[in-house]
RNA sequence: GGCGCGGUAGCAAAGCGGUUAUGCAGAGGCCUGCAAAGCCUUUUAGGGCGGUUCGACUCCGCCCCGCGCCUCCA
């Protein structure tokens, strides 16, 4: 039985899907107009890990990632650049695809573009506007008026008056209310625009995840999910337009999904990742303080940022460092050693083996990843001390469930970094074969007692960040 | 100012009203020609002050500190 921690309610419940075998989930994807940071590979890895765990408890998942390709920032950078703003995107897409690959992020079900969804949004926003919940302001835009929305802040935990108290909020004649948001630009001198009801312009952030969400999971879903910084204002106006264009229909008193006293409910759990800090601060684009998932990669195996992810739990912030990202991938390197001679292919999880029933439970707590890798850590612990072939397999198995331990354990463990390997090689002192004929002459050397010259090639070898393991089995090597 | 989240050992990070979290790092041992890996043992905890309780890191209150949102942001 899933639980989960909901925004919405600010307590974790106990998961109930609007259609029991069927699960529809939303989380707000990247705008695209520059490359991927490390606090969007959260995201990313975060709601990866709740898709696999929906669909490895036996749900039939449809998940939506959207992407937002028409914004302020993409409009600013395709004229910076000098490019149409579909080459940026297109190409930024391309970038975050590879990026997402990379860290066994695997695709959701629709990746759907704003611009793909402009009539979607049209007829959202008439309906806003026959409910009396839009109106065209006297610079030409299309805004949502909140004060007629009675809901307004229940996701923020926010009201009205203390929003209007805030010194923030920026004066702007043409709005009815300081806080209400624009559903349609205006068409500006030289932007890109979409012929509308309401004259040439585009549509408002906010418009297009509702909009793209409604069209592709229906009016109503069960899981809408995003980085903290999106509950206030995104997620909370996305409430407001989807609640306030739904129809008459959807609102029916007691309908799974309507919250109690037959209010109308457009998604019943919210779900949001912490931030990606540095320093104590928080990773963002305005602050100039992010690595891309890119540059990090240069240096860090993909696998190892995963862990780093998937270590701490999805709620907590997380303090990125390289000292952090050593420290994953020396535990990396434990489970991966533990790993060896296990077979790739070890099917599903035997769910009635006692690791797997606490891995059950700790997932299905909220989804404790942080406890979900401890157990992995006690699986091979007990692994390494019995040789027990099955729970080789099932540490492999179980790990795969959270998109880790995939791979063949001296792929992983010889493996170079990036920018050390490189398309080059450029810096790799030593090939396999190398290698290989090093062990080989060691080897020779031992068998003559000579464990001087043994040494020196071990030596050798070590000081190339090569470390050599004798087992009865024979010599491996491995990076340090 | 308003709303919210958090302070756990050298570092990272969980659960839990009383019993070993876990990983990295450190110490001792086993194994090894010596190492490495692995195994065994082990040192470092719970911001401060009160309260509830037979008993609190865990519940309550206050204080201190950090962070986030209130404006684009994963």
């Known amino acids: ?92 897409i391309g970038f975050m695809d590879e990026d997402a690959a990379a860290l066994g992020v695997q695709k959701p079900d629709f990746e759907p573009r704003a611009t793909g969804y402009i009539d979607d949004m049209h007829a959202m926003i008439a309906k806003l506007e026959a409910h009396g919940l839009a109106y065209k302001a006297k610079d030409g835009d299309v805004n949502f008026s909140v004060r007629r929305f009675p809901g307004y802040g229940k996701l923020s935990g926010k009201s009205l008056d203390d929003l ?47 909009a793209m969400g409604t069209k592709l999971l229906g009016e109503r879903f069960d899981i809408h999910g995003g ?18 264009a739904m129809s008459e229909g959807a609102m029916s008193e007691g309908a799974v999904g309507a919250a109690p006293g037959g209010e109308k409910r457009f998604v019943n759990y919210w779900m949001h990742n912490g931030f990606v800090r540095v320093d104590e601060e928080k990773m963002s684009k305005s602050l100039g303080n992010f690595f891309t998932i890119r540059d990090v990669l240069k240096r860090y195996d993909p696998e190892v940022v995963r862990l780093f992810v998937i270590r701490a739990h999805y709620r907590s912030p997380l303090n990125y460092s390289d000292h952090h990202l050593d420290d994953a991938r020396s535990s990396l390197a434990r489970l991966y050693t533990a790993l060896k001679g296990v077979p790739l292919e070890v099917g599903a999880p035997d769910w009635n083996e006692a690791h797997a029933k606490r891995f059950r439970e700790v997932m299905d707590d909220d989804f404790n990843t942080p406890e979900a890798v401890a157990v992995l850590f006690d699986l091979a612990n007990e692994f ?97």
């Open 384 to 480: 390494n001390r019995s040789k027990d072939e099955a729970l080789g397999r099932q540490l492999r198995a179980l790990a795969g469930v959270l998109g880790l331990l995939g791979r063949d354990s001296m792929a992983f463990l010889q493996a170079v970094p990036a920018e050390v390997g490189g398309d080059a090689g450029a810096g790799e002192t030593y090939t396999p074969e190398a290698i290989q004929s090093l062990i080989k002459s060691r080897a020779a050397a031992k068998k003559g007692r000579d464990f001087k010259e043994a040494d020196r090639i071990r030596d050798e070898l070590a000081k190339a960040g090569i470390v050599l393991e004798d087992s009865p089995a024979g010599t491996t090597w491995r990076r340090a």
């Open 1 to 92: 039985m899933l639980r989960l921690y909901n925004t919405l309610t600010r307590t974790k419940e106990t998961f109930v899907p609007m259609d029991p075998s069927r699960v529809r989930m939303y989380v707000c994807g990247m705008t695209v107009y520059d490359y991927c940071h490390i606090g969007h590979a959260r995201v990313m890895v975060v709601f990866d890990v709740v898709q696999r765990w929906l669909r490895a408890s036996g749900y039939q998942l449809t998940y939506v990632r959207n992407i937002t390709d028409i914004d302020d920032k993409i409009i600013k950078r395709a004229v910076e650049n000098g490019e149409s703003m579909s080459a940026l995107t297109e190409r930024f």
């Open 227 to 244: 980085g903290m910084d999106l509950q206030f204002p995104h997620h909370e106006n996305e409430i407001a337009q989807s609640e306030g």
């Open 164 to 210: 209007r108290a805030g010194e923030r909020v920026q004066v702007d004649d043409a709005k009815q209310d300081p806080l209400d948001f624009v559903l349609w630009k205006c068409a500006k001198h030289g932007e890109p625009f979409w012929p509308s009801p309401w004259g040439n312009g585009r549509p408002g952030w906010h418009i297009e995840c509702s």
